[in-house]
């Protein structure tokens, strides 16, 4: 399905282009450009089910993988790994209601709970690219 494609390096690009779409979505909504705020949300969402399918079908094939790393580097790892996995389980939930509240128009509800999402899902898609770099280096380098 994926023959050729390095998954783990197909992720870091989903959740990075997530991260640029949820930033560009918010300043879009703080200049009250509503289409676009849409647009870049949605999109943001779609990336990140793209990568929630592909990470899958990854760890299926190949199970986990380890932190080469040892030393102060290792906890700095595990610390952003326990965090950003703690935090992820929740986005798709998060995410979800945000959107589900958006389209029923009840403005009011998505502003109070996308001010928590934001934030989450932001957090979860930085430290995914962060910790692709740290377990597989630069793919470009």
């Not at 094939?61 to 595990?78: D, E, F, M």
């Not at 389980?89 to 009011?108: G, K, M, N, S, W």
Request: hydrophobic share 55%; with cysteine.
């Amino acid at each position: 399905m994926f023959e050729g494609v390095h998954l783990p390096t197909l992720n870091a690009f989903l959740n990075a282009l997530a991260a640029l779409c949820l930033i560009v979505g918010y300043r879009f909504i703080r200049r009250r450009e509503v289409a676009a705020h849409r647009a870049c949300m949605v999109a943001a969402f779609t990336c990140s089910i793209l990568f929630l399918v592909s990470y899958l079908v990854y760890h299926y094939q190949v199970g986990s993988v380890r932190y080469q790393g040892t030393g102060a580097l290792r906890t700095v790892y595990l610390t952003i790994l326990a965090t950003h996995t703690v935090l992820a389980a929740a986005v798709p939930f998060l995410a979800v209601i945000t959107l589900v509240r958006a389209l029923r128009q009840r403005f009011d509800r998505h502003r109070a709970i996308a001010r928590w999402t934001l934030p989450i899902w932001l957090y979860v898609s930085v430290t995914g690219v962060v910790i692709y770099l740290m377990l597989y280096g630069a793919p470009w380098g």
